[in-house]
């Protein structure tokens, strides 16, 4: 049977670890790749790499960023953040990371996810998605896809959006919640459940884990496969071990690793 | 040395990458000379069957590869690299390597819950001994992406099973070739431990 996945991730500014609340407020909490080797080491299932790096002269340090986590970690790991085409792609998977995270990119141009499928396989292409409740509106499911951290709107329903991004070669969404992102207060469950039910590819919750049972309801009334943590493990308030074991002590198949 | 067989196919740098942490020499080659002088050969993948089959015809690497096999040469075979191994699949029509009897099936769940690609980490069942899997346990976990499993006619080519709609073969083998459909490079301590034990195996099954 398939485990759920943990997986955390990492944000990273000019090549240092930062965590950022709703995308602004970033502080530095340390290096990436010994973050990484770190979490690694301790049985995470899978890492994501967000570069949040501004300028674009300074995108060189992601990759020496990948490289390294690629010679230390031998578990999957995705990249996002700035990746706009294919040769952005190709870059990234070329420095050692197994999957792209597309955003923004594939917002502005969808024809960029099935690019990528094409010349890289489904599996590894992710559509990262940012999403914002909105209670007004003609939005059918209710949920928006938002750009730039939540502070531009597209107009695109969010369910849509997932039915056509798996339609065109995404291999796996991420569902990050804008509204629950940096809260703590537990994952967006309802939209997560909608997207995971749509689609018939991977799912990730995003955005608001704070406590171990904030993941088991995103992986059981949620539906999805798999739950992004950031601070919980970042600040040490958690354990990749101590929140695997609440897990799997609450019956979900987890990969415990000894 | 290892050679890691290049035909575009994604993964070979991070099939290097885990050989350089484990401390063996490797190199990455598209040239059919190589494999005929290799002292042991890890062919990997990701992606399509059907391009990947394209590229190792029109790079002769599909005659070097089998003339290797025959040859009693050690392989590895790595996810789409272990799938191509069998005669056919339901991704191409074309004609497979065909080192192992049988076919390449795509899973077709009934259960919507069951999502394609099966993308995770997975537990194996152990099914038959085998110097390369000598530490593998069954119940480990490994890191699966795939959307078709290879399904050997000889039950005997089965070494380890895993769970997915269907139980299907994780491991298979037969004389010199092993061959993964999980990705041992990405399969943490677990992984390592398969490609450390592929690097000292002098290509007898048993």
């Known amino acids: 049977m398939l485990s759920k996945r943990l997986i955390s991730c990492l944000d990273v500014r000019d090549g240092r670890l930062v965590k950022s609340v709703r995308f602004v407020n970033t502080k530095d909490i340390g290096d990436p790749v010994s973050a990484a080797r770190r979490y690694y080491e301790a049985g995470l299932d899978e890492l994501v790499f967000y570069d949040i790096t501004a300028s674009s002269d300074q995108r060189g340090i992601m990759l020496d960023v990948v490289e390294e986590v690629a010679r230390q970690v031998f578990i999957p790991f995705s990249v996002g953040g700035g990746l706009r085409t294919v040769d952005d792609c190709r870059k990234v998977l070329e ?34 998605m940012d999403v914002k409740a909105k209670s007004s509106g003609s939005l059918p499911s209710g949920y928006e896809i938002v750009t730039h951290g939540g502070r531009r709107d597209t107009g695109m329903d969010a369910i849509e959006w997932a039915r056509r991004g ?93 | 040395m290892i050679h890691i067989v290049d035909y575009d196919a994604g993964n070979q740098t991070s099939v290097k990458r885990a050989l350089d942490h484990l401390g063996v020499g490797s190199i990455i080659t598209s040239i059919p000379d190589d494999l005929d002088h290799a002292e042991r050969i890890i062919f990997p993948g990701v992606g399509h069957a059907h391009s990947a089959l394209e590229t190792l015809h029109e790079r002769g690497l599909d005659v070097a590869l089998k003339s290797a096999a025959a040859r009693g040469t050690p392989i590895l075979g790595i996810c789409v690299g272990c799938q191509i191994l069998l005669s056919d699949s339901e991704e191409t029509d074309q004609r497979c390597l065909d080192l192992i009897e049988g076919r390449c099936l795509r899973f077709k769940p009934e259960d919507a819950a069951l999502k394609v690609p099966h993308m995770g980490w997975n537990e194996l069942r152990v099914c038959s001994a085998h110097p390369v899997l000598r530490h593998l346990r069954t119940g480990d976990e490994v890191y699966f992406v795939h959307s078709y499993y290879p399904a050997p006619v000889d ?34 301590p677990v992984g390592l431990k398969i490609l450390d034990e592929f690097v000292k195996w002098d290509g007898n099954a048993c």
Not at chain 1, 106 to 124: C, H, L, R, T, Y
Not at chain 1, 178 to 186: C, K
Not at chain 2, 168 to 175: C, E, K, T, W, Y
């Open chain 1, 95 to 128: 420095a050692g990371a197994e999957k792209v995270n597309l955003n923004t990119a594939a917002v502005a141009n969808p024809g960029v996810i099935s690019e990528a499928a094409d010349a890289f396989g489904v599996q590894a292409v992710v559509l990262s």
């Open chain 1, 166 to 258: 798996e339609a065109l070669g995404a291999g796996e969404i991420v569902v990050n919640s804008i509204d629950a992102d940096g809260t703590l207060e537990g994952y967006e469950l309802t939209l997560t459940r909608m997207i995971a039910e749509t689609v018939g590819i991977p799912v990730i919750a995003s955005g608001g884990g704070g406590r171990p049972e904030h993941l088991y309801d995103a992986l059981t009334a949620g539906r999805a496969d798999a739950a992004l943590v950031a601070s919980m493990l970042h600040y040490g308030h958690y354990s990749v071990n101590s929140i695997k074991q609440f897990l799997s002590d609450k019956g979900l198949k987890i990969r415990l690793t000894g």
């Open chain 2, 155 to 188: 039950d005997t080519d089965v070494l380890a099973k895993c769970r997915y709609d269907v139980e299907f073969a994780a491991v298979i083998g037969r004389n010199n070739i092993v061959a993964t459909q999980f990705h041992v490079e990405k399969s943490g």
